[in-house]
T-cell receptor, first 115, second 114 residues
Framework: EADIYQTPRYLVIGTGKKITLECSQT?????MYWYQQDPGMELHLIHY???????EKGDLSSESTVSRIRTEHFPLTLESARPSHTSQYLC??????????????FGPGTRLLVL | KNQVEQSPQSLIILEGKNCTLQ??????????LRWYKQDTGRGPVSLTI?????NTKSNGRYTATLDADTKQSSLHITASQLSDSASYIC?????????????FGRGTQLTVWP
């Protein structure tokens, strides 16, 4: 099992609150990713990072922001949560080797419910 | 439009039986195809990865096939167990970008009954 952790696992919060979803990995991976997944739907990439101080937006537009100050840590922040942000958020990491054959290792996910 | 289509959307089988899940894709160019298993409330876990030159790859009771000409893949599960109940996701990677963009299917929800 991969050493990638997400907290909290479940979060219920009111509209307008600021939230930060934590993601940490102990594998020394360079690349990290955030995905959003609604029930029965495919994963959508919302943010990714190639390494420290590198962050990019993914395919799906998101109001969230990310930071990568340390290799092992890739937190996602929502400044003002809305009910439309209700979803499951999955963090992943990969070694960053060239070739595109590297496997992404996923965390257990955070299920967010905004009331 | 989703470029990775999986069928069936859901499947129920009895313990011990075999089953086959399908994945059709239109992603081009093509680099590789992965099958992931996602247990309820957990993140996906990689089962197999195949490049265009590979026709079949096994991982225990899981056997994946790939036909790059017809852009189809299948995942065959032999002698199913209750622990096989999960969503199985097909993921295709292109080679058109440094990131190696991943295209995800919506998954097949497999339920194994005793």
């Amino acid at each position: 099992e991969a050493d990638i952790y997400q907290t909290p696992r479940y979060l219920v919060i009111g509209t307008g609150k600021k939230i930060t979803l934590e993601c940490s990995q102990t594998m020394g991976h360079d690349k990290m990713y955030w995905y959003q997944q609604d029930p029965g739907m495919e994963l959508h990439l919302i943010h990714y990072s190639y390494g420290v101080n590198s962050t990019e937006k993914g395919d799906l537009s998101s109001e969230s922001t990310v930071s990568r100050i340390r290799t092992e840590h890739f937190p996602l922040t929502l400044e003002s949560a809305r009910p439309s942000h209700t979803s499951q958020y999955l963090c992943a990491s990969s070694p960053g080797r060239a070739g595109g054959l590297e496997t992404q290792y996923f965390g257990p996910g955070t299920r967010l419910l905004v009331l | 439009k989703n470029q990775v289509e999986q069928s069936p959307q859901s499947l129920i089988i009895l313990e011990g039986k075999n089953c086959t899940l399908q994945c059709n894709y239109t992603v081009s160019p093509f680099s590789n195809l992965r099958w992931y298993k996602q247990d309820t409330g957990r993140g996906p876990v990689s089962l197999t990865i195949m490049t265009f030159s590979e026709n079949t790859k096994s991982n225990g009771r899981y056997t994946a096939t790939l036909d790059a000409d017809t852009k189809q893949s299948s995942l065959h599960i032999t002698a199913s167990q209750l622990s096989d109940s999960a969503s199985y996701i097909c993921v295709v990677s292109d080679r058109g970008s440094t990131l190696g963009r991943l295209y995800f299917g919506r998954g097949t929800q497999l339920t194994v009954w005793p």
